[in-house]
């Protein structure tokens, strides 16, 4: 009859156990934030073309220069992918920018928009 193992004995052999599921887990953990920031990004991007669009609907209504205003409502760091389309039938302004990315080595294939059109113009 062979000796039973003691607790310690246990104990010795699941050593570094926990180290090596967190170096396990930690790229799924990791990636999961990166797609978290990423959605975040690009709700704040929406959000920020929406104001934007704005801007440069009420700057059409009173005859101004519908891009520069919404470049001026837009941060610097979303002003390169800035385009602005004017519908001189209906008064509509469309503006729309690229999706910041949070590496920025790769470039942003993803743009959002918004369209505004002001009632009575």
Known sequence: MSPRPSIVSCLRCERGQASVELVGTLPAVLLVGLVVWQLALAGHAAWLCAHAARVAAR?????????????????????????????????????????????????SPARVGATVALEGA
């Open 59 to 107: 700057a059409e209504a009173v005859h101004a220069d519908p891009e520069s205003a919404a470049r001026s409502a837009l941060p610097r760091s979303l002003r390169p992918g800035l385009t602005v389309e004017r519908s001189g039938r209906t008064g509509a302004v469309r503006v729309e920018v690229a999706v910041p990315v949070p590496l920025d080595a790769v470039g």
